[in-house]
């Protein structure tokens, strides 16, 4: 059973244009989500985060918004440069698991900055 | 560079055999947390171990084991292995159980024959 779901694999964006890359989860108990970046041949790095509190939070060029009703959350990117191709993986965590958090993972979208 | 150090990179065995993966967490981190990313999937939680105790377990397999040692360091055993085995194993660590931005290392090619 998949929670979290990132359901396109990939996606390219004109440099300078906006990226917008989309995540769903299914379970409620989830109030903490990240997005991670990855390059190829490295880790995962950490790019942003948002609590459940929250519905939206930014950071430089990056800001992820949260519609929890939906269960759905989205990074936007702007603009988009050629550094930010890599493929993004959307997390999330629920704090009932406070001490042994574990970060449910999908399955990544595999973003292309065409400059 | 995260910090956070997984050695071997790759390494190509075959079926029925053990392989030992070791990771050297960032300096100061107590939480080291084991993932496995197969082709096309997210990364799938392992375990999470806590200042040498287990913390969590995820979807580990019976044929899989790990351990924290008191310098930190963490080994991921995984034996008898099958074609199926075959996935980047990457290993995160962070400075408390309940922090959640991780630091991933490069991660170890495991490819079974």
């Known amino acids: 059973d998949q929670q979290v779901k990132q359901n396109s694999p990939s996606l390219s964006v004109q440099e300078g244009r906006i990226s917008i890359l989309n995540c769903d989860y299914t379970n409620s108990m989830f109030d903490y989500f990240l997005w991670y970046k990855k390059y190829p041949a490295e880790g995962p790095t950490f790019l942003i985060s948002?609590?459940?509190?929250?519905d939206k939070n930014e950071d430089g060029r990056f800001t992820v918004f949260l519609n929890k009703s939906a269960k759905h959350l989205s990074l936007h990117i702007v603009p988009s440069q050629p550094g930010d191709s890599a493929v993004y993986f959307c997390?999330?965590?629920?704090?009932?698991?406070?001490?042994?958090?574990?970060?449910?993972f999908g399955t990544g979208t595999r973003l292309t900055i065409i400059p | 560079d995260s910090g956070v150090t997984q050695t071997p990179k790759h390494l190509i065995t075959a079926t029925g055999q053990r392989v030992t993966l070791r990771c050297s967490p960032r300096s100061g981190d107590l939480s080291v947390y084991w993932y496995q990313q197969s082709l096309d999937q997210g990364l799938q939680f392992l375990i999470q171990y806590y200042n040498g105790e287990e913390r969590a377990k995820g979807n580990i397999l019976e044929r899989f084991s790990a351990q924290q040692f008191p310098d930190l360091h963490s080994e991921l055993n995984l034996s008898s292995l099958e074609l199926g085995d075959s996935a980047l194993y990457f290993c995160?660590?962070?400075?408390?159980?309940?922090?959640?931005?991780?630091?991933f290392g490069e991660g170890s090619r495991l490819t079974v024959l």
């Open positions: 948002i609590s459940s509190i929250k």
């Open positions: 995160a660590s962070s400075v408390v159980a309940g922090f959640r931005e991780l630091f």
């Open positions: 997390a999330a965590s629920a704090s009932a698991n406070f001490g042994n958090e574990k970060l449910t």
